[in-house]
């Protein structure tokens, strides 16, 4: 009996890990350009040994942080379906096999074993609800390793546009502008932004550890993120060629007091400003030398889980605008200190970038956004499938997600997910069996 009970574990298992290397017959890239959807040659995904070896874990987190809000709500509701059934068909089990048989039992008895019934039940979906969140939180807070990007050509700098640290209203308090520098280093970045909102503290604080040389670790560079009446801004560069647009607290921008200051061809350096995500498209007011305030650039992926939902969903509408209003496409992690996982990387061709100076590496980033505009950046993404308002792929989020991210594992990654499902079947296998029971 008890060679059944393994060779069932074992079974399952084989199964399992079958199902995992049919990945290799439809493999998919993990990366795609985020303006055609097409796979990229000039990046490839990096995975830390410590990531590998805990993949099962670390995978699983990383693609729940590059779902949509509306995906997340369809897995919610799928893993609550999938608990309510498995619930049902252990008491039909149970009461099959008589230990909930009510022969003999008076109407008072089996009132008060109904009760009982429902009082555990109700406690054991409290207790797996909080097990999700836990898991969800774990994903957020825990430090892990991350997977990055190593960029193939040498040529192309890898840059985010947007992130905050513990001096944003909504940033994370124990965020540091070091943790961020952190961060990115480890997702295969080369220079981030610091938009904090309102302010520069984190800048200031973590731009005093910036390599001399752009090519010796990350460079953080200044930014903010503002508002120009209803439209969330980024303002890229000193803030000495913002302030006197501001308003006090550094929330709001004046355009007629850029249009005021700004003259164009007296050698000034023009405003660098994009529109971040989420927002609202008929906002979108496009650069130019009439309307220095307008958009150099617009957000085409955003990691933040509203801010990737609006991207998704109006991909057609972001790409209409950039190349009506000859717009740079931007890839933001909109990194606040949640999460270990990036959503894109802005990709932008400046030869010798490793030997300028932090500084000069910002100067040559915002000419060129100006002098090519709609061509300046290349955003590679991370691939996720996405519904499309379907609601039949909305409803199917959860096997859709799997069999993508089944597909797009690496060799390593693979080999380690197999490894797991053996070692997890052999030991549940083990702990089922009649003999285990009766050692006990």
Do not use: C
């Amino acid at each position: 009996m008890a060679d059944r009970f393994d060779l069932k574990g074992r079974r399952a298992g084989l199964i399992a890990a079958a199902l995992l290397l049919l990945g290799v017959l439809a493999p998919l890239s993990p990366l795609q350009d985020a303006a055609t959807g097409a796979s990229v040659d000039v990046a490839v995904k990096t995975e830390p040994l410590a990531w590998i070896v805990f993949a099962p874990l670390f995978s699983v987190w990383d693609t729940l942080s590059l779902l949509t809000l509306s995906q997340h709500y369809a897995v919610l509701v799928t893993l609550v379906a999938l608990y309510l059934s498995g619930r049902t068909r252990a008491r039909r089990r149970a009461r099959e096999a008589g230990r909930m048989s009510t022969d003999g039992a008076s109407g008072a008895g089996l009132g008060s074993r109904l009760g009982q019934a429902i009082i555990r039940e109700t406690i054991r979906a409290g207790a797996a609800l909080l097990l999700l969140l836990a898991f969800y939180a774990a994903g957020m807070l825990l430090p892990r390793p991350m997977t990055g990007v190593e960029i193939l050509d040498a040529d192309l700098i890898a840059i985010d546009f947007h992130s905050h640290t513990e001096y944003s209203h909504d940033g994370w308090s124990l965020f540091t502008p070091q943790r961020n520098r952190a961060w990115h280093e480890s997702g295969g970045f080369h220079v981030a932004y610091v938009t904090d909102h309102y302010t520069w503290r984190g800048f200031d604080e973590g731009a005093v550890d910036n390599p001399l040389r752009a090519g010796d670790r990350t460079v953080l560079l200044e930014g903010a993120e503002i508002r120009i009446y209803r439209r969330p801004t980024n303002i890229l560069g000193s803030r000495d060629r913002y302030a006197f647009a501001l308003d006090e607290d550094s929330v709001y921008m004046s355009p007629e007091a850029m249009a005021d200051r700004y003259v164009p061809g007296h050698g000034e350096r023009p405003p660098t400003l994009f529109y971040t995500m989420p927002g609202n498209l008929m906002r979108v007011v496009p650069f130019s030398e009439d309307v220095p305030s307008g958009m150099i650039g617009i957000e085409i992926n955003d990691g933040s889980p509203r801010g990737l939902e609006q991207v998704k969903e109006e991909r057609a509408e972001i790409l209409a605008l950039a190349d009506s209003m000859n717009l740079a496409l931007i890839g933001a992690a909109n990194l606040h200190g949640w999460g270990r996982t990036v959503a894109s990387w802005s990709l932008m061709r400046i030869p010798g970038w490793q030997e300028l100076a932090p500084l000069e590496v910002g100067d040559r980033i915002e000419a060129l956004l100006h002098g090519k505009r709609r061509d300046a950046v290349q955003v590679v993404e991370r691939r996720i499938p996405y519904h499309g308002g379907s609601p039949v792929l909305v409803a199917l989020t959860l096997p859709w997600v799997g069999i993508a991210h089944v597909r797009m594992m690496s060799v390593a990654e693979r080999l380690s997910w197999v490894v797991w499902i053996l070692v997890v079947g052999q030991v549940l296998a083990r702990r089922r069996s009649p003999a285990a029971s009766e050692s006990a």
